[in-house]
């Protein structure tokens, strides 16, 4: 859980601050060209140059990557063309929609 702080301008004595939980996991499916070693070496390249931590093989995995100052973590599972990733945590204003899009794009 993140704690979200809000800031009225005029307000402060009275700032509260709102824990906002997780949103629902994300759950899709992305199938893929080529070799589960290359879409891997492609994952684990695009992951880490953005600052995040990857750690799997063709199989399973995880990863974090940072974005905006909040982390996107998740999972995936490879089976014969089809990438299945889980996105466990993510900040509220990255839509599951906009994760899906971002990773086909990449891969």
Do not use: R, W
């Amino acid at each position: 859980m993140g704690v979200l702080t809000v800031f009225i301008p005029g307000f402060t004595p009275y700032l509260q601050s709102y824990k906002i939980s997780n949103m629902s996991a994300c759950t899709f499916n992305q199938a893929f060209t080529g070799t589960a070693d290359a879409l891997i070496a492609t994952l684990k390249t695009q992951i880490e140059s953005n600052g995040g931590t990857f750690s799997g093989d063709t199989s399973t995995g995880s990863f974090t990557v940072p974005v905006l100052g909040a982390d996107v973590t998740g999972t995936y599972t490879i089976t014969g063309q089809n990438l299945e990733v889980v996105i466990s945590k993510k900040p509220f204003f990255a839509s599951c929609g906009a994760i899906q899009k971002y990773i086909a794009s990449h891969i």
